[in-house]
């Protein structure tokens, strides 16, 4: 199947290393319609600088974290969540994806059923300003330090307690594609998902987070889990989110031109 590069979408994780001002130029000069921004990096005039390049924004990361061990830290979770999603809006997407949270206490349901009651608390604000909340589980080598929710099957659970039109999931090719289950689950979130990103799993891997590969250089099938992807229904961007320091080592329109051309051919 062929892949349009104008699905192709950079999340700026890739290029953590250049300023948000340096990242939308290279992604606007490399001929990149859309750009998926962090909060750590926003500011000042963030939006403006976005749409001076020419860019739409596929989704924000991240909202979520919302276990905490303490009721006044859970509030101060659901204020920095509801910013979230007003930062969001000013920045002209419908998405904020959400990273749940580890247990702050080892308590693994404990700390599910406080994800539960951030999203159910989260949603009315974000409904208000017409922004989706994007589930996205991570691989569960991250469970102690990121998230309680390790599978596709976990955020549809979570997902299916809501309205579609408010909560929905975000795959992540890095973080799904060992999953047995992975199939069935994808056909089961039809109409949920939100997005879809892709990089690839390095073997040996050198870090779990922070490891990740330019896609192709890896074990991933990714044009199997594109398919499965958008027989359910999704169409729209697909952002390269390639967690990798050795990345900053690239000159930058290398860095670029490399993403375009594996994009369009491994995706």
């Known amino acids: ?45 963030a ?3 976005i749409n001076a390049a020419g860019l739409r924004v596929s989704s924000l990361c991240r909202g979520g974290f919302f276990p905490a061990t303490g009721a006044a830290t859970r509030a101060e979770r659901i204020k920095d969540n509801r910013l979230a999603v007003e930062q969001a809006t000013e920045l002209g997407t419908d998405v904020l994806v959400l990273v749940c949270g580890p247990a702050p206490d080892g308590d693994l349901e404990a700390a599910r059923r406080q994800v539960l009651e951030g999203i159910e608390t989260l949603l009315p604000h974000a409904a208000e300003h017409g922004v989706q909340l994007g589930i996205e589980p991570l691989h569960p080598m991250m469970i102690a330090e990121r998230s309680v929710v390790v599978t596709l099957a976990q955020a549809l659970d979570l997902a299916e307690r809501f309205d579609p039109a408010g909560v929905g999931v975000v795959i992540d090719a890095y973080h799904v594609w060992w999953d047995p289950g992975l199939e069935a689950q994808t056909e089961r979130a039809v109409g949920r998902i939100l997005g879809y990103h892709v990089s690839d799993w390095l073997s040996p891997t050198p870090d779990v987070l922070a490891g990740r590969g330019m896609m192709g250089d890896g074990v991933i099938d990714l044009p199997r889990i594109r398919a499965l992807v958008e027989a359910a229904g999704y169409d729209g961007p697909i952002e390269v989110e390639v967690i990798n320091p050795a990345l900053a080592e690239l000159p930058t329109a290398e860095l670029m031109s490399t993403v375009r051309e594996r994009f369009e051919r491994c995706c």
Not at 18 to 44: D, M, N, T, Y
């Open 1 to 45: 199947m062929s892949l349009d590069p104008a699905r192709l979408s950079f999340n700026e994780i890739t290029a953590d290393h250049l300023s948000l001002q340096a990242a939308v130029e290279a992604c606007a000069a490399s001929g990149i319609g859309w750009f998926g921004p962090w909060r750590h990096k926003l500011g000042p005039g």
């Open 47 to 49: 939006a403006e600088r």
